[in-house]
């Protein structure tokens, strides 16, 4: 990890940190396409508007006509639900980082630095639900310096960040199509703890889920 510095967030480093989050983010979009065509409910639709236009047309054009828009108007919806989840990030935390992260008792922001740009970054605050972690957001690591070891110092940073402040563990949540998030943790020692698909009407037809992990701060003279 030659020349990557982790750094205190400035208030210049704004616009990078929001490209890199926007990216990453939009990564995910072929990926839950083709998760929601795994889904059996969206498959059996599929499936039933084929037959019933084969069955009345006696023409294989209007059916897979009709299927190809359905297919781009359900992959146009997965860019829309993950263009409204980007703008709701930026408005919200990303739009004041310094008020919401550095200014927070507990809570900070990080980024990593190659060469005088941002590649990186990642967050974390207290959890809510489980007032003796601290959560881990906003990991993101620019896909031109992937694979280098940042997203592992960055998960190491919040590590000991959680450590010096006292807390028990580190929280966090991604979800079922961010498999090489999954692997990353899962190397870096957190443990799998739940699984739970969003509440929302359209989340539970996408059977989107999302996995809590949890990695537990060893003190000084604990056992490995």
Avoid at 53 to 77: D, E, V
Avoid at 205 to 224: A, S, V
Wanted: hydrophobic share 40%.
């Amino acid at each position: 990890m030659a020349n990557i510095q982790i750094r205190k967030y400035r208030d210049d480093d704004a616009e990078a940190v929001k490209e890199i989050f926007t990216l990453g983010m939009s990564e995910h979009v072929p990926s839950s396409f083709m998760h929601c065509l795994k889904q059996p409910l969206i498959q059996m639709v599929l499936m039933c508007v084929f037959c019933a236009l084969m069955t009345s047309s006696k023409s294989f054009l209007l059916p897979i006509l009709a299927i190809t828009l359905l297919l781009a108007g359900i992959q146009q919806f997965v860019v829309y639900t993950f263009n409204k989840y980007i703008e709701t990030s930026l408005r919200k935390d990303l739009n004041n980082i310094s008020e919401t992260y550095l200014k927070q008792k507990d809570s900070f922001f990080w980024v990593a630095e190659s060469e005088g740009g941002v590649v990186g970054m990642v967050a974390c605050l207290p959890n809510e639900n489980a007032p003796e972690c601290l959560e881990l957001k906003r990991m993101s690591v620019h896909r031109s310096h992937r694979g280098m070891g940042i997203a592992k110092a960055l998960c190491r940073t919040v590590a000991e960040f959680t450590r010096d402040r006292g807390y028990a563990a580190v929280i966090l949540y991604t979800s079922v199509v961010q498999s090489d998030a999954q692997k990353l943790y899962e190397h870096m020692g957190y443990e799998k703890i739940r699984e739970f698909v969003i509440p929302e009407f359209v989340a539970k037809i996408m059977n989107f889920t999302l996995f809590e992990y949890k990695f537990y701060i060893q003190r000084d003279g604990e056992n490995d």
